[in-house]
């Protein structure tokens, strides 16, 4: 859900942020380097979501005995990130929603489908930010709109910056955010009354 990528945004308030120096593995390959806590260590640029380290997870209660885990696989995203002035940043994303998967056999099928996410006929969540708020030397909150089955609603993601730096073959940065949603607010099943939590692991590689 564009949810997702939304929360990434988080880190780009984060300006100032501290650096605390990575430890990093030996041996590693020219070319290669570990993250930071630095987010002004990456250039103001666009950012493209790196789609092979990303996870886009959603948690519901479970009867109240656990959550039910829903990763998202398919998500693009794109940061447009200033480092000078960090409010005008922006960021846009968007997860396929039929791309669910869980543990439970079949049932996968069943949340892409007719009885809650209506897929085929709303077949991407989306998240556009609005503003950026730096609330702490790694941490921020993301305004933005959030869409998922036709319906848009207000949405801000709590967002850590993990890790920024020259990356490998670019500079990149690396964020995880939270958020949570009211089920009934997007027109899903009256059975799901608890809030579902939101969790975006994400990087983020500078194109060009």
């Known amino acids: 859900m564009k949810i997702v990528l939304a929360a990434s945004a988080l880190l780009f308030g984060l300006a100032a942020a501290q650096t605390a120096g990575a430890v990093c593995p030996p041996g590693l390959p020219p070319g290669v380097y570990c993250g930071s806590k630095d987010v ?6 666009t950012y493209g979501l790196d789609p092979d380290h990303v996870a886009v997870i959603a948690r519901y209660s479970h009867l109240g005995y656990s959550y039910s885990i829903f990763r998202f696989d398919k998500v693009a995203g794109t940061l447009v990130w200033d480092p000078a002035a960090p409010a005008r940043s922006s960021l846009s994303a ?6 669910v998967a869980t543990n439970v056999a079949g ?3 069943d949340i892409a489908g007719v009885g809650f996410l209506k897929s085929a006929d709303f077949p991407k969540a989306s998240f556009v930010s609005t503003a950026f708020r730096r ?3 790694t941490h921020a909150q993301v305004d933005g709109n959030f ?7 207000p949405l801000t993601f709590e967002v850590e910056l993990i890790g920024a730096g020259k990356g490998f073959g670019a500079p990149r940065m690396g964020i995880e955010a939270k958020a949570s949603i009211l089920p009934t607010d997007f027109g899903l099943p009256a059975m799901m009354n608890d809030p579902i ?3 975006i ?3 983020f590689a500078k194109k060009g």
């Open 197 to 199: 939590d939101l969790v």
């Open 135 to 137: 609330t702490g030397p």
């Open 107 to 109: 049932f996968a099928k």
């Open 40 to 45: 002004s260590a990456v250039p103001a640029g």
């Open 201 to 203: 692991d994400a990087e």
């Open 147 to 153: 869409t998922l089955m036709g319906k848009t609603r």
């Open 94 to 99: 968007n997860v396929e929603t039929a791309s």
